[in-house]
């Protein structure tokens, strides 16, 4: 039997089996790595690990980790706290403000995973205060960030020129960019729709009540570590370093951040910078951070490295670890060029879009785009479909399916959210990546490549 085929079915048995059984699909994914890599493929350890983002690890551990020691102090709750006040009675504006948040560090040229690793833990946090469907929130976030994947000043617009111009094909910039902005603007729409946009509006007065009476325990509670002191039977709870009350109106009123809070928040800025400007790796850099915190405040953070969601990383590293084994045997490869010996050249750019949506729903868009695109270059020389209506759907088709929990942008999404929710919010990043992984080819296809066949 092939490889190629043993590694497909192995990939379709981790999911069946860690779906019907409580086992981890990460670590199913590094068995099976194991297991075909050293009975099939005849690899060394060495050779098997060569899959392991190592990249995709630091980034997961230092970003969870300085968010958690965040979370722990009360700088998160402090920062959400502000949010609600300028908000106010808005809370049906606040998906689409989380969208368009999450749509500006990819515009000005961030890669995904950059920006929703510093936007993700607030957006959440956000949403709930408002009592927002998380579901809707996370995926805001995530189509939010997709909005921007193909600025003329992000990467992933660079690669996809850089791929298309060395087979002498021109791609138009502006279709690349508006078309991929559009699709996920649609997107944007039919995730406020189903996933509680009316419900919102109907009930404007009610989430804001909800929203302002968790101020006070709530920032209270985690400015102090956890530690809600109270006064007199009747009076509000209170803590250090979060809110105070009224006294007229036992309205919650904010009070200034502590030291280690304003230190904390100057980091995570320091970190946002860093990475969005300055293109430091932000895994490495979210990771020093979080180290010099809870060695300078130790009390502070007590606890605190147990917000790193390593069933999260563990899942992510094992599914990565399997898929970059498959690429390394070149199943992908095989995939692509049987589809491009078809020889229709309409049915070749729906199937590549397929492969690319379906493949990149557990690999890096990135790299999937600079295998596809070169097997598009043949036929898209011929005239017969044009260029950069080929070029858009497959870079559609190939980054929509980000908002599964396999990607970095997912992971990063899905590791911020309450631990008691993440089970919950998987399924539907599951449910949502494999309709988009479906409905993207076939859209792109009917929208962009059909009205430009010749």
Request: aromatic content about 8%; proline content about 5%.
């Amino acid at each position: 039997m092939s490889i190629h085929v043993i590694g497909v079915v192995a990939l379709v048995l981790v999911f069946v089996v860690g779906t019907l059984r409580p086992v981890s699909i990460g670590a199913l994914s590094l068995v099976a790595t194991f297991l075909i890599g050293t009975l099939v493929a005849h690899e060394t350890v060495d050779e098997l690990l060569a899959g392991f983002p190592a990249d995709l690890f630091v980034l997961l551990v230092g970003v969870t980790y300085l968010f958690g020691l965040a979370a722990v102090n009360g700088t998160i709750e402090w920062i959400i706290d502000r949010a609600v006040r300028l908000f106010g009675d808005r809370p049906a504006l606040v998906p689409w403000l989380i969208f368009v948040f999450s749509a500006v560090p990819t515009t000005a040229g961030a890669l995904g995973p950059a920006g929703v690793a510093m936007l993700a833990p607030l957006c959440l946090r956000l949403g709930e205060r408002y009592a927002i469907d998380r579901r809707m929130t996370a995926l805001m976030v995530m189509h939010g960030s997709c909005v921007g994947n193909f600025s003329p000043l992000n990467g992933l617009a660079i690669i996809v020129q850089k791929a298309a111009g060395a087979g002498g094909v021109q791609v138009s910039s502006s279709a690349l960019f508006f078309g991929n902005a559009a699709y996920n603007i649609v997107l944007g729409v039919v995730i406020y729709l189903c996933f509680g946009g009316r419900t919102l509006l109907r009930e404007r007065h009610t989430r804001v009540a909800t929203a302002a009476a968790t101020v006070t325990a709530s920032v209270g509670a985690a400015a102090d570590g956890g530690r809600v002191s109270t006064t007199t039977a009747g009076d509000p709870p209170r803590a250090s370093g979060g809110v105070d009350s009224d006294a007229e109106g036992g309205s919650p009123r904010p009070t200034a951040l502590r030291g280690d809070q304003a230190i904390t928040l100057l980091v995570m800025l320091g970190v946002g910078v860093g990475a969005l400007v300055f293109d430091v790796e932000i895994g490495f850099l979210a990771l020093v951070a979080a180290v010099a915190l809870h060695a300078v405040f130790p009390k502070r953070f007590e606890a605190a490295e147990k917000k790193i969601v390593w069933s999260v990383v563990l899942l992510i590293c094992g599914v990565t670890t399997l898929v970059g084994a498959m690429e390394r045997y070149g199943t992908i490869d095989a995939v692509g060029n049987g589809i491009a010996a078809i020889g229709v050249p309409l049915l070749i750019a729906f199937l590549l879009c397929l492969v690319g949506a379906v493949t990149s729903a557990f690999g890096s868009s990135a790299g999937l785009l600079g295998v596809l695109i070169p097997l598009a270059v043949p036929f898209l020389v011929q005239g017969e479909i044009g260029a950069t209506a080929m070029i858009v759907a497959l870079a559609i088709s190939a980054t929509v399916v980000d908002s599964t929990p396999f990607s970095s942008v997912g992971a990063l999404t899905l590791a911020n959210a309450p631990e008691p929710a993440r089970p919950a919010l998987f399924r539907t990043m599951i449910r949502w990546g494999i309709a988009m992984a479906v409905t993207a080819p076939v859209l792109t296809w009917l929208v962009f490549i059909l009205p430009s066949s010749s």
